[in-house]
């Protein structure tokens, strides 16, 4: 037992376990009691720990972020806040950020990115409201760096759109002591492998307001109102005139089968409980980076005041020819890297395909230039002088 290490990944990978010997034990010991492994307890357990830490009203927990994102649009829709169905995207972040807008039927309109956060752009984004007139905008926090709340939400006053936030990767990331996904009006999160924590696979949306949050309950579970409080499935049986003895099986809205497991939930309230601790671990390493790199790259500043909890350090090579120098270096050095995966998503055949190439000077070069570093609760200062030694000789060569 005293050899048991506490992650089972090497410390250079990009991502590590966040799920230790210790959290199976507890898992095991608590399967070993036969509990109910669907959705049931434990998942409201979660959810109610998640919103409390996240300090949001409601939480609703699902089978993955890439879930969460699907159903944070269809409750924009069933609610009847979609407006319009004109709804700005980023150029940088995941794929699943954009796709339930096409996918839903939404007219997405591209933002370019921010040059000191790699978010929304406010320039740009001032421009297609002006224009667009768009109801809804969704906002990345792109590896954990918040983007640049205030003038985002003078332009919220100014256009009255609503305001939805993307923070998968942005675990406990703050803007001016406020947790992202406590500006718009709801926020998911990610809980795959590599985060800031695990349930092995899993997602949450955060809302305050209460019609989307039961709008939500049933989207995820089949559009039935089985899951909703008693009192307001009573009120909807009686609008539509249903015999209680039907009650559980009444389906409200054209919903999903996205929900979590009891399983995942379990394993999300053991690494609930040391959060804040991974919070704090990866934000000290993103100081340590951004000082050892700064003058050899580029890379995502942030705003003064704001505590960037990244999952990965994303830094900018002069060219594309330097980045293939520095990936090969770290790659021969057993240092797990890769290209900004997602880069410039409007450059993706998803996007181009139908409504044309997207391109945009800041989004094009992450798309060129960018590059992942290690950031995880697994490596210190001593890892990190290595991988910016070894970044810094690759670019100076």
């Known amino acids: 037992m005293t050899d048991r290490k506490t992650f089972r990944s090497r410390p250079l990978d990009l991502a590590v376990d966040t799920i230790s010997d210790e959290d199976l034990d507890q898992f095991i010991e608590w399967v070993r009691q036969y509990p109910r492994l669907t959705m049931a307890e434990e998942t409201r357990r979660f959810e109610e720990a998640w919103a409390k830490w996240q300090g949001s009203k409601y939480a609703v927990a699902c089978n993955s972020g890439s879930s969460a994102n699907l159903l944070m649009y269809a409750a924009l829709d069933t609610t009847g806040k979609a407006g319009n169905r004109k709804v700005v995207v980023p150029a940088t972040g995941w794929v699943t950020t954009i796709a339930p807008a096409i996918q839903l039927g939404f007219q997405p309109i591209m933002c370019e990115s921010d040059k000191d956060t790699f978010g929304l752009d406010v320039a740009c984004l001032e421009k297609i409201l002006e224009a667009e007139r768009p109801d809804a905008v969704v906002m990345v926090h792109v590896l954990g760096v918040p983007n640049r709340m205030d003038p985002v939400l003078e332009l919220q006053k100014k256009y009255g759109f609503e305001l939805l936030e993307d923070c998968c990767a942005s675990h406990g990331a703050q803007h001016k002591g406020t947790k992202v996904g406590n500006f718009g009006l709801m926020s998911t999160f990610s809980f795959y492998y590599g985060h800031h924590m695990s349930t092995v696979e899993g997602g949450v949306i955060c809302t305050n307001d209460q019609d989307v949050y039961e709008h939500l309950l ?3 579970s089949h559009g039935w109102l089985k899951d909703l409080p008693k009192e307001k499935a009573d009120a909807l049986m009686e609008k539509y005139g249903v015999d209680p003895f039907h009650s559980p099986f009444l389906f409200i809205i054209p919903g999903y089968n996205l929900r979590p497991t009891d399983i995942s939930s379990f394993i999300g309230l053991i690494q609930l409980k ?3 601790e991974t919070v704090k671990k990866r934000a000290e390493n993103h100081k340590v980076y951004q000082e ?3 003058g050899h790259f580029d890379f995502a500043r942030g705003q003064p ?6 999952i990965s350090f994303c830094a900018l090579a002069r060219s594309t020819e330097e980045r293939k120098k520095v990936l090969m270096a770290l790659d021969e050095n057993k240092i797990d890297t890769r290209i900004f995966s997602a880069g410039n998503l409007g450059r993706h055949p998803f996007w181009a395909d ?4 997207f391109s945009a000077p800041m989004a094009d070069r992450l798309c060129q230039c960018g ?4 950031n995880n609760q697994a490596i210190g200062r001593e ?5 910016c030694g070894v970044a810094r000789d690759a670019a100076g060569a």
Request: proline residues 4%; charged residues 35%.
């Open 274 to 276: 040391r959060l804040d």
């Open 218 to 220: 049933m989207l995820r």
């Open 371 to 374: 590059f992942f570093l290690p």
């Open 305 to 310: 005041d704001d505590e960037i909890s990244s």
């Open 383 to 387: 890892e990190i002088e290595f991988i």
């Open 292 to 294: 050892l790199l700064d």
């Open 354 to 357: 139908r409504y044309g190439a």
